[in-house]
């Protein structure tokens, strides 16, 4: 079975990573919680969801993905 990162530091990182690679594109905030209360967790464990506010160029979208531990792969 193939299991990617599971703590916060390296998935939050990966995220960044990729969003700083596309041009126009500024982080407003990236986070990863728990997906009942909302609280940022240290790592996964079982599932988190991970939130993000980006702006592209003068558009602000804002997202989030539930995220299992069961079905990381490759962050």
Do not use: F
């Not at 126009?24 to 905030?29: L, P, S």
């Not at 993905?65 to 792969?73: I, K, V």
């Amino acid at each position: 079975m193939a299991t990617g990162a599971k703590d916060r530091e390296h998935i939050l990182a990966a995220v960044r990573q990729i969003i700083h690679a596309a041009p126009g594109v500024r982080i407003d905030y990236v986070a990863l919680v728990d997906p009942s209360t909302l609280q940022d967790v240290e790592a996964i464990r079982g599932e988190a969801r991970l939130l993000l506010a980006v702006w592209v160029n003068k558009t602000r979208l804002i997202d989030n993905t539930l995220l299992s531990e069961s079905r990381l792969c490759c962050v």
